[in-house]
């Protein structure tokens, strides 16, 4: 089980070799950005609504690593891990603040506004994206947080036990279980059998 | 899901393997590794960030913002420090020592300094002071008369006659040695023997000795 999901998430989607001999500064921030964005948008997307929220709170944590780049301490943390961490507080002070006021999200715009329809190629597979995406909307915070920070994040279990204060061995069972979850999202969805 | 370049060519893959997540048996141990091994593999290879209307517009404006905090950090640098509040703090923190080290030194340069013995407990400068201002400035009589009273009754049978009184005296008159019981007088039923003590003329302390029952 473990080992399974282990074995995808070393096929490529380590530290980007690009930065991963570099320090996170000044000087090469602009390259951790065009490492870290897809991973970052793509975990806060799982996270959050939609697009429009998702850019918000990407921005955010972007701005946030650069106030306190100053601050950070490549001894104690990779880069990849300590952009992570401040994802999750983004994302946790968001849901926060959520739950204080509702919020009409730019998204439901967007869809309205959404210019020519796709070619008919890409329909398919958008269409079961959209329906990933749902699914995994309605799993639990926390099986979404773990199957960001795994699948979005690339991190391995070590690494997210050590964002989320879970043990290694509790995060491959909660990963686990957050896949079943979502496979039985999608199955009742409809878009698996 | 704006728009349909964000579905790069890996996503047709995972159009198929779609169809492959619920072919099996949820109930076998094998089927169920698979169709998780498959969705691991789906959710690895998704990548929605192409839906990020502003990803280019940040990151110009993130390192825009960088290169301006730069210039202004070069532009104010006093050595190191870091690039936003660095050099502010550094600043504050040596001023505010070298004001540190302006007032201790002037506390110990100054004149009126008589602050340093009260604090360290060195009392002698003070009674010193004390003593000089108790000069006596009439004759009295040879004979020491009481002035102050003392907290000694002897009218009680437990009265053990120890306690202490103020005598005036002139200060030229010939006052007994201690131990010398020479000088008596009578107060109440009571005998007063007094004593001189050394640097205070002015004031001699007197030990009452009180007889019960005199």
New interface residues.
Partial sequence: ?AG??GE??R?G?DDPSSVRHEPLD?ST??EY??AY???L??YI?YRVGG??V??EL??QV??NA??R???YNPDLAPAAVWLFAIARNVVTDHLRAQRRHRWVSLDVI?DWL??SP??DE?I???E???A??DAIGRLTQRERDL?GL???G?HTNRRIAALTGLSESNVAVLV?RA??R??SE??RSG??? | ????EW?STK??R??DL??R???GD?RQPGE??E???I??????D????A?????DS??AD??E??RS??RRHSSTAVGGG???F?NGIALLGRLCLIAGVMLVGLFFVSPARSWIPALVGEPGVLMATQTSTMTPTRTVSLTPTLVSTASITNQHEEFDGIGRADLRVAPSAPLPTPETPGARNQHGGSSVVWSRESGAESTPQVTLTGQPGA
């Fill in positions: 089980m399974v999901i995808v998430n096929r989607l000044a921030f602009g950005y065009d964005f897809p991973r948008y793509t997307r697009p429009a998702a850019d990407v921005a972007f701005e650069l106030a780049l100053n601050r967007r959404s210019p796709p070619p890409t398919v597979a958008r079961l994206h959209g990933l995406l199957i795994k699948f979005a690339g686990h896949l079943q979502l496979r999608l199955a878009v698996v059998p | 899901m704006t728009g349909p579905l996503d047709s995972g159009a779609f169809a997540i619920g072919g949820p169920d590794a169709a998780a091994q969705l691991a593999t789906i959710l690895a998704l990548d929605v960030s839906e990020s209307a502003i990803r940040l990151r993130l390192l913002r960088l905090t730069e870091n690039p936003l660095g």
